[in-house]
């Protein structure tokens, strides 16, 4: 059985917010280091780009590779949602002078919905944070 766990890294910050989570975002492509951890992003996913809005949502646009990762399920594509918008949010990853990220939205390939990925969870408007994340879910989220 796999731990729904979050875990901890030391980032070098910048003034940049967006700097700063395309950093904390890298630790979650990497994957956990603890072995009882399973990654909740696959290790071929890029970040084509990402922007911070006037409001506080952050844009991130993924790679066609996150859908070719192992995320094949409801509570999988859960945890990946929760974690990726759990990390970013975090106030720590502010930038000096920045604004902090309220949401992510997410695109893929440039879009807000693509027909294959994901096929659970509707992510065309931004995604806020949630309090709590299925621990039964058979994955684990890495906070950065």
Known sequence: ???CLPELHRLQLTPSTVEN???AISYLIDGPYLPALA???SNKTRIRAMYL???GELIV???RDLEAGHIKSASAEMLMVDGVVKTLVQLALKGQNDLSVKSVRFLFEGSAYQQSFPTHIDLTDPVRPRQSV???AGNA???A
Do not use: G, K, Q, V
């Open 1 to 3: 059985m796999l731990l």
């Open 21 to 23: 989570c395309r950093t």
């Open 39 to 41: 990654p909740i992003l």
């Open 53 to 55: 809005m006037e409001n």
């Open 61 to 63: 646009d993924f790679s």
């Open 134 to 136: 299925p621990a039964s």
């Open 141 to 143: 989220t890495n906070d």
